[in-house]
């Protein structure tokens, strides 16, 4: 099947904002997610968008979807070391119990 | 209580071995997954148990066995494995709500070498 795509690598000062990029593959989907990964352990949701919005805002968190071009984006301001993880998008389709993830990208945060 | 827990946290088997993943959660979820994820690999859904019924197999093959006593508890019962099954297996739960947010909460994983 297609791959949720992702951009493997993203390096950022520390206080930058971080952009994380996403095309995913299904026109239908309901909820799109990130979550995030540390080293060692399971995935963390940071936020999600329901498909009929087109911005969503959670403290430092932006989530902006373009449902045209199928285009989801992470926006995190003032980026501190403790955001260093790996980021995977993911979208609900095929049922609302099944989840597809992105390729991930991983964020280093430079001090 | 918004942890869910898998044992072991490593597990190192032979190719003949016999063995059995667990994860527990105490959310009053009633959907619980189980995914494979290889290194720099997204996790890849192998099942999914909703009111304890077996609902999605991802042509898992049969040589790794779901189990869903109750509510609270899912195992992954593997026979006869192959090196590269090699993986962190992650287990997951959610609230099972058609239409509502699908938010998954994950264990920490299963890091499983076969040898």
């Known amino acids: 099947g297609e791959d949720v795509e992702q951009s493997l690598f993203l390096s950022v000062r520390e206080g930058d904002s971080s952009v994380i990029n996403c095309t995913y593959t299904?026109?239908?989907?309901?909820?799109l997610y990130w979550y995030k990964q540390e080293p060692g352990a399971g995935l963390q949701l940071l936020t999600y968008?329901?498909?009929?919005?087109d911005m969503k805002q959670d403290q430092r968190l932006t989530v902006l979807l373009n449902k045209k071009d199928k285009h989801l984006s992470l926006r995190i301001a003032d980026t501190q070391t403790g955001d260093s993880a790996i980021y995977f998008c993911a979208e609900q389709s095929g049922g609302y119990q099944k989840v597809t993830f992105g390729t991930g990208t991983k964020l280093q945060v430079i001090p | 209580d918004t942890e869910v827990t898998q044992t072991p946290k490593h597990l190192v088997m032979g190719m003949t071995n016999k063995k059995s993943l667990k994860c527990e959660q105490h959310?009053?979820?009633?959907?619980m997954y189980w995914y494979k994820q290889k290194a720099k690999k997204p996790p890849e859904l192998m099942f999914v148990?909703?009111?304890?019924?077996?609902?999605i197999n991802e042509s898992v093959p049969s040589r790794f066995s779901p189990e869903c006593p109750n509510s609270s508890l899912l195992n992954l019962h593997l026979h006869a494995l192959q090196p590269e099954d090699s993986a962190l297996y992650l287990c997951a739960s959610s609230q099972e709500s058609a239409g509502e947010v699908g938010e998954q909460f994950f264990g920490p994983g299963t890091r499983l070498t076969v040898l």
């Open positions: 959310m009053g979820h009633r959907a």
């Open positions: 148990y909703s009111y304890e019924k077996l609902s």
């Open positions: 299904d026109s239908s989907s309901t909820y």
């Open positions: 968008i329901f498909s009929n919005m």
